[in-house]
């Protein structure tokens, strides 16, 4: 395999227009998301749960309808999690022979979440079908190279990959959760990152560093909480992600010469970022342009489309993103 030299990819959102006469290229923006949500005013959006909710149940509905249209046989990812048993619930609307796939793990209870998918397929009444990815063969890594086309370290890939190859025996379309954490705040981190935002922002930003540097110091990175001590000494008005970093900046540092630190800053996005002022709102919208577009999508369509199998994702439709970020009050979310 060879890593090939000036090949890039659009960033997410964005359009790409090459003159054929003056061999001019230029790259534009299509969904101003970010911008539209730096100007934003909290007082415009909405803030009552109900009206929320049966907004969200409108926009939800309609999106998964659409997603069913199909002329060849369908089903639904089913892990048994909030956002793909909604998805499975949706559909069972409008469809009287679902078929729903869960990935099982018989002998990893952590992992497992069988039970949970079990469950919810028992409560619509789908056609529920269980794939086994315990058995991973070396092979695997092979076609992971070839089909990845780029570096990927995300280790969910061997069963997504596992359950894209065993689901296009019985489907060529399915639909997926995707998208529901980004947009409504449903991992872990937002609330711990919100906990230290409101624990922390009484303290001054030069103590709390100290602080953070100095017990990381002293303390081995195996210690149980090491993230958080890190995270404590954040400047919280430019995080731009809920997730912590693979490489933290001073990692960076040891890393890369003078010239490429100076090169790598800051990221237009992180720019980009840094003007919208409610702090879960920037960091999910932060985790939508880079965890979402850039992991999780790519893995889903990498080990899908290996498979000549359709991945579709209702929550992303258009009209529920710009719900998500632009019409619905940030303290709806998470909780």
Known sequence: FVIFKNISKLPSSHFMIFDLTSRDLKISAYDK???????????????????AVRALDELLDTSVKNSLISDVPLGVLLS???DSSLIAAYASRHTTSLKTFSVIFPNHIKYNEQIHARRVADYLKTDHIEINAEEILPELIEDFAYFFDEPFSDISMIPTFILSKAVRKHCSVVLGGDGGDEL??????????????????FIPLALRYYASTILQKLLPASTRGYSLLKNFGDDFDKISTSFDPLFYPQDIK?????????????SELEQSLSKIKNFLTRISIGDYFSFLSEDIL????????????????PFLSKDIIDFAFLKLHPDLKVN
């Open 33 to 51: 998301l970010i911008s539209k949500a730096s100007k934003l005013s909290s007082q415009f959006l909405i803030s009552d749960s109900q009206k």
């Open 80 to 82: 048994g999690g909030l």
């Open 184 to 201: 409504f705040g449903g991992y872990p981190s937002y609330l711990q990152k919100l906990k230290l935002r409101q624990g922390g922002q």
């Open 254 to 266: 040891q890393l890369l010469t003078r010239e490429l630190l100076i090169a790598e800053e800051s």
């Open 298 to 313: 790519v893995k889903v369509d990498r080990a899908s489309m290996a498979h000549s199998l359709e991945v579709r994702s």
